[in-house]
């Protein structure tokens, strides 16, 4: 039975009209409905139209009625053929051509997004095959097609298979037995169900090929999936040029094309706009992507006419529990891990799977997990039907909690973290208290992102929430903006209440550590033991612990290394009490291993920056834990190379781990000054280079950067001394120049022995510019 006459069946009994009624309300006679119905003939095309208006059919069913009368086995594409060439799709084309001509893969699925060009691709496939004489191309439009049942005999309909009361299957494998056929069918994503059969028809016709267009894959035995997403950025940029009329590509046209992902439908709907404005303007416009991808030509189908109906056509597809979990993901900023997504949704994976084969969900890589993103194009759709107060709420409460237990968030979670800050200080304040202000400072020194931090904590902090203000100035201060770090301390004193023992310890412990930075021990020491006393009359071990870890830091720089060492593991103690988290634990191991290792206690520094490595890997801070290990690598080279070797190449381990960003390159930068120096004992040439990027970072600073330059020009010089003496007096006169604090004993060991060796040879200091090329012209090329 054929597909229009299986329909006309239906649709009279659902008329409720017999054969001789419906036959007298369309013209025909009885003998010619029956002849219909029972598949004997096919309907002229006026009868058809007389039928539909008697049974009064609409819509879609009008669309398939029409439609499966005059089956086609001539090309029949579901949007008009553009006249000026397939654009970007070369490369397809030619796969796709291939796996048709040379029977690779009989079964063949284009998939990809809505408005990716699939159907497009199909329909140039079809013209291409056309004039061939060794095969039949025959095209089948789905797009009306909403009964399942309907699909066999549709096929079978578009192959030329004479009315037949065989089954589909058996009707195609008598009508071609061995002949070369192509089969393209489009528009199959909403009839996935009937996927087995229309698989079981290459098994049994030995020449018949099959190709479908679908947004999500079918899943059967022999498909092979090709798929098309994104053009690529010139091919985008030139279909821009052509549907625009313009004459050549700009900046501003590069910018639309990826701010629309590459889509052919989207970059065609923004071109459009070109009429009205210029395609600067139009750029600039692209963040609210639904108001301006519409407008779209008025002969293409409704979903073809802008984005928000061949996104929300996508969704028509999917169940409504993922259609939910869609809305969901709209809540997110950059994406989710899963085993975010499960503690928030139970276990969603049915759900993704739908939304990923549809191509509404990307899945990501993400260090050992996985992570889930909505594309841009459709990212704000589904924020805009996340219409629950609710699902922000547990959202921005999930990620806070997350930072307080410690948990370990990476980069790729800044807008998480970030849209979290700012609904708390609109709706839940309260939530921004000392501990999570805290949080947030781990966070945004263990991913790098201290500019990022230390702006947002400000602005929101400004609202009258001094612990963030206090950790704004904390990340400022890192990343070496020491006027930003001083006012935010002073805006944090000033509406702190006077017993708010933790704003106002941790406001002066910052003004010290400013001070440190400044070169003004005096003072630092001044804000720290006021620091110390608020400290101590708040009872806070954690307190505690945080301002005798400053206090040691402004000891140590004014020379005062054991008294430093005694303030430090005072602090670790009060750490410890505490319950501080590996992290905190870490920072303070490593500050100990620093100062063991000024005072030339080398087994000691190894040790304590042993364990300072793990804890600060445990706690994500990789950046630390990278320069702890250089720390272990200085004090073991002289007595070990090897293991002062492999601490150097642990440090680029966890380097490669590392977010450098916003800041942190200061500390990258310290890494790589003594990793050199590492190097230039085991007479590896490319500390050069490794020198002189580094001391082209630390030396754009005026703050302790300088020191740690000093300290590697030093240790530089001591093992040059015999291989290249002039060069080890010009270094040793440099570091001389650049030093500002008293020399470290570990650091006036290796001066004295570079000195004792030099002898006679003197030289003039470098100044700073003449010193990095000096680092550059003797790496190697």
Known sequence: MSAFAELLRRHRAAAGLSQVELARLSGISDRALRDLEQGRRVPRAQ????????????????????????????????????????VGRTDELRSLLDLVLRGRHRLVSITGPAGAGKSRLATELVALLGGRTDLLVCALDLSAVTDVA????????????????????????????????????????????????????????????????????????????LPVSGLPPAAAAELFVRR???????DAVHTICRKVEHLPLAIELAAGWVRLMSPADLAVRLTDRLRYLTDGPRDLPARHRSLRAAVEATLDLVTAEARATFRFLGGFHGGVRLRDLETLLGQPLPELTELIDINLVRLTPDGDTSRYTLPDTVAELAAEQLDSPDAHARIAAHYLDLLRAGATLGAL??????????????????????????????????????GEGAELLRQVGAGGIPPLLIRSGQLAALRGDLDAASESAGRALAVAAEDDHGTRTAGLS????????????????????????????????ATLGRVLNNLSSALAEIGRPQQAIGRLEAALAAKLRAGAGPFELGRTLFNLALLSLDLGLLEVTVGRAAEAVRLLTEGGHTLLAALAETTAALALLDHDPAAASACVHRADRLLADSVAENGNDRVEATVHLRASVVRQALGDATAWRELAGAARISLAHTTRDRDSVAEALTLHARYLRARDPECAAALLATADRLRRKKITPFVAAARDHALAALGKHAATALDDVALIAFAEARAPR
């Open 47 to 86: 009868s058809a139209r007389l039928m539909a208006a008697a049974l009064e059919l609409t819509g879609d069913d009008l669309t398939a009625f029409l439609a499966t009368a005059r089956p086609s086995s001539t090309p029949v594409p579901s949007a008009p053929v553009n006249t000026d060439g397939l």
């Open 150 to 225: 309907l699909v066999g005999d549709l096929v079978a309909d578009a192959l030329g298979c004479g009315p037949s009361r065989l089954a589909p299957p058996d009707r195609v494998a008598a009508h071609l037995r061995d002949r070369r056929v192509v089969l393209v069918a489009d528009r199959f994503e909403h009839l996935v169900d009937a996927a087995p059969e229309l698989a079981a028809l290459p098994r049994r016709c030995p020449g018949l090929t099959v190709v479908v267009t679908s947004q999500r894959p079918l899943r059967v035995r022999d498909e092979h999936v």
């Open 244 to 250: 625009a009329g313009l004459a050549a590509a700009d």
């Open 510 to 541: 910052l003004l010290g550590m400013v001070a440190v930075e400044r070169g003004d021990p005096a003072a630092a020491l001044a804000h720290l033991r006021r620091a110390l006393a608020v400290a101590r009359r708040s009872g806070d071990d």
């Open 413 to 450: 979670d800044a807008a998480n973290v970030r849209a979290a800050v700012r609904w708390a200080a609109a709706e839940d304040p309260a939530r921004l208290d000392a501990a999570a202000a805290m949080a947030l400072t781990r966070y945004y020194e263990a991913t790098g992102r201290l």
